[in-house]
Nanobody, 126 residues
């Protein structure tokens, strides 16, 4: 069983930065594609960023240029650096793992990820 645990959320003023962290159990972490999704109140869960086993990345157009996703396979960790945050970035941010190892593509939809964390709240005040 793969466990996914997010941390690093909090409250920040508009224009500020946050770094989210995601710890993942599992001996084949290095082969997983990892992603961040978010869900704001009353809205559907949406894709934010993803990184595959070869460190190829993909970002949501709405946040491109303000995000950096990275991974540390030695520590089984994934990170999301978010800069120039806006009030509309307020949401619960979820880390997810696709355990189909060594995928050549990057899944962009939530149903393609089979392990999820509990989420971490990010609140951006104006």
């Amino acid at each position: 069983q793969v466990q996914v645990v997010e941390s690093g959320g909090g409250m920040v003023q508009a224009g500020g930065s946050l770094r989210l962290s995601c710890a993942v159990s599992g001996r084949t972490f290095g082969g997983y594609c990892m992603a961040w999704f978010r869900q704001a109140p009353g809205k559907e869960r949406e894709f934010v960023a993803a990184i595959n086993w070869s460190s190829q990345t993909s970002y949501a157009d709405s946040m491109k240029g303000r995000l950096t996703i990275s991974r540390d396979n030695a520590k089984n960790m994934v990170y999301l650096q978010m800069n120039s945050l806006k009030p509309e970035d307020t949401a619960i941010y979820y880390c997810a793992a696709d355990s189909n190892i060594f995928l050549s593509s990057i899944p962009l939809t939530s149903y393609e990820y089979d392990y999820w964390g509990q989420g971490t709240q990010v609140t951006v005040s104006s």
